[in-house]
C-alpha cells in the first residue's frame, strides 16, 4: 500500500486539529502523522503521497518552520510526487492575504514537479485576494476556523473523500 503522511506542525492547535480529523476520516493505520518542525527531505520523499498542513502567518507568509524547510524543498525532485494542502486563514481578518501561506507553498511545489491534487471551490468563501488560487479554485482545502469553525467537519469529510479518489 501507497505511503500517505500528513506533515503539520504538532505545536499548531488549529491546524493540529485539522490533521487529527483528516486521519479520523482516512482509515487510520492508512495515514502517518509527522512533525513539520522535524522534516528533513528524507523523510519527506519516503512517502508517496504527502498531505501538508500550511496556515498563514505574518500577514500572508508561510509558518517560520515552513519557511526553513524552504530551501530543501527547492532541490528536491519532486515530479510524480502526490500532494494535498489543506490551509487556515481569516477571510474577514485578512481579505487580501487569505491562506497566502498555502497559495506560496503551491507554487514552491509546483516549481519543483509535484502533482498537486485536492482543490477545492471558492464558493463560500468571501474575500479580495489571495495567492491560494488556481483559476477558480483553492489550491487545496481551504479552513477558516475564526469564521466558519463549524463548517470544518464537513468540509474535511467532502475532502478526503475527493483525495482518496485523487490518491488512488
Ligand atoms: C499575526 C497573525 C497573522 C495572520 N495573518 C494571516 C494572513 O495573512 N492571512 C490569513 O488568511 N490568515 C492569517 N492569520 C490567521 C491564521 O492563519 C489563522 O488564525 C490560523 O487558524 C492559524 O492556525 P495555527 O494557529 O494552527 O497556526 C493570521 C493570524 C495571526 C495571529
Known sequence: MNKTAIIYSFNTKKTGKV???IR??????????????EINEEVFMSFDQII???ATWFD????NFWDEFVPALEDLDLKGKKIALYGLGDQKGYPENFLDGMGVMAGI?????????GFTSIE??????S???RGEQFAGLAIDYEN???????????????LKKEFS
Open 19 to 21: 490533521a487529527e480529523r
Open 24 to 37: 479520523e476520516n482516512f482509515n487510520d493505520d492508512q495515514v502517518e502523522m509527522v512533525n513539520a518542525e
Open 52 to 54: 501538508m498542513g500550511v
Open 60 to 63: 500572508g507568509e508561510l509558518p
Open 109 to 117: 511545489l509546483e516549481e519543483q514537479g509535484a502533482s498537486l491534487v
Open 124 to 129: 463560500g468563501y468571501e474575500f479580495e485576494s
Open 131 to 133: 495567492k491560494a488560487l
Open 148 to 162: 466558519q469553525g463549524s463548517m470544518n467537519k464537513e468540509r474535511i469529510a467532502v475532502w478526503v473523500d475527493q
